[in-house]
């Protein structure tokens, strides 16, 4: 194992340059996948390390479930592994299963509560809430999806402001934002150097949303009024709790970038960046450092395995 096992705790360092450069680059749904797909990558080689951290540190540990052979001084020597760091890993490992329990079950918990709020309303896509509040977010169902938007923002908008509001959101839907959401949030607890990747994917997504609604609606400065109007008149206004991590329309966060993105020609949209580019370069390190990480992790995984099956009497 040696030092390799370390590895995949710090190799998301070097997503950070493309978490930047591909939310103004690339397009939003290629930036979206990349790096979704990359914290997930990521955070799974990192909790597979702290792991293998935790039971090569710990086996000397009383109570351990390892077998006794594994405590021999001979079979000690034959994989290298750091008393502290596997002390430190059991609570840092706990943490991370909470943190991900706690995220996974106040998402469902969430959902839950705002179907069940929805259900004296018709059974239509569109549920037009009564409320002063102004605010509209996308609700994704097991069986149906629904756009929940209240009459207070609506009033405030214009009839094509009013359709892309409606595009924007199922945009979202269609596309299943909120699991992309999900996955770099819980890639966020299992290594906070990712977190730089889950605010990127939080813009990424909106805009991907902004730009299927401007193709919907056939006019991207429809779009870019309807979030400015929106975002003045959600301002200083909080929507209820319950509706916390649902993806919504006047979302806070970089509003002036988005409504700049619209004003500007569609973006191109490339599977992958070219290498000859910045944007192109940080893609193509992130993977080699996530390439990096999961054969690190399988490499001290692999010799964990045969030495514990060594040591492991007949």
């Given at each position: 194992m040696g030092m390799f096992v370390f590895l995949p705790l710090i190799l998301p360092l070097t997503a950070w340059p493309v978490a930047r450069l591909a939310e103004q680059h690339l397009h939003p749904r290629t930036a979206t996948r990349l790096l979704t797909g990359l914290a997930a990558a990521m955070a799974t080689c990192s909790s597979v390390s702290l792991g293998l951290l935790m039971v090569v540190g710990t086996a000397q540990l009383p109570g351990n479930p390892l077998p006794d052979g594994w405590s021999d001084p001979a079979v000690r020597a034959a994989v290298p592994y750091d008393g502290i760091a596997g002390r430190l890993a059991v609570p840092t490992l706990l943490a991370v299963v909470a943190a991900c329990a706690r995220t996974g079950w106040r998402h469902r918990r969430t959902r839950r509560r705002a179907h069940r709020a929805l259900a004296g309303l018709p059974t239509t896509e569109a549920a037009v809430l009564p409320d002063d509040v102004p605010y509209a977010y996308a609700l994704p169902g097991g069986t149906r999806n629904r756009i929940v938007v209240t009459t207070a923002l609506l009033s405030h908008l214009e009839p094509a402001e009013r359709r892309a509001l409606f595009a924007h959101e199922r945009a979202h839907l269609t596309a299943r934002h909120h699991r992309f959401l999900l996955t770099v949030r819980l890639a966020a607890h299992a290594n906070?150097?990712?977190?730089?990747?889950?605010?990127?994917?939080?813009?990424?997504?909106?805009?991907?949303?902004?730009?299927?609604?401007?193709?919907?609606?056939?006019?991207?400065?429809?779009?870019?009024?309807?979030?400015?109007?929106?975002?003045?008149?959600?301002?200083?206004?909080?929507?209820?709790?319950?509706?916390?991590?649902?993806?919504?329309?006047?979302?806070?966060?970089?509003?002036?970038?988005?409504?700049?993105?619209?004003?500007?020609?569609?973006?191109?949209?490339?599977?992958w960046p070219s290498l000859?580019?910045?944007?192109?370069?940080?893609?193509?390190?992130?993977?080699?450092?996530?390439?990096?990480?999961?054969?690190?992790?399988?490499?001290?995984?692999?010799?964990?395995?045969?030495?514990?099956?060594?040591?492991?009497?007949?």
């Open positions: 906070p150097f990712l977190y730089p990747l889950r605010t990127a994917v939080a813009y990424t997504t909106e805009r991907w949303a902004d730009e299927e609604a401007a193709a919907a609606v056939g006019s991207r400065r429809t779009v870019a009024r309807a979030i400015g109007r929106a975002a003045l008149v959600s301002h200083r206004t909080t929507p209820p709790p319950a509706l916390a991590g649902l993806t919504g329309f006047a979302a806070p966060g970089p509003v002036p970038r988005r409504v700049a993105a619209l004003l500007d020609p569609a973006p191109l949209a490339r599977r000859f580019t910045a944007v192109g370069m940080a893609a193509w390190t992130a993977t080699a450092g996530t390439a990096v990480s999961a054969m690190s992790s399988a490499n001290s995984a692999l010799n964990l395995a045969l030495v514990l099956h060594a040591a492991t009497p007949l």
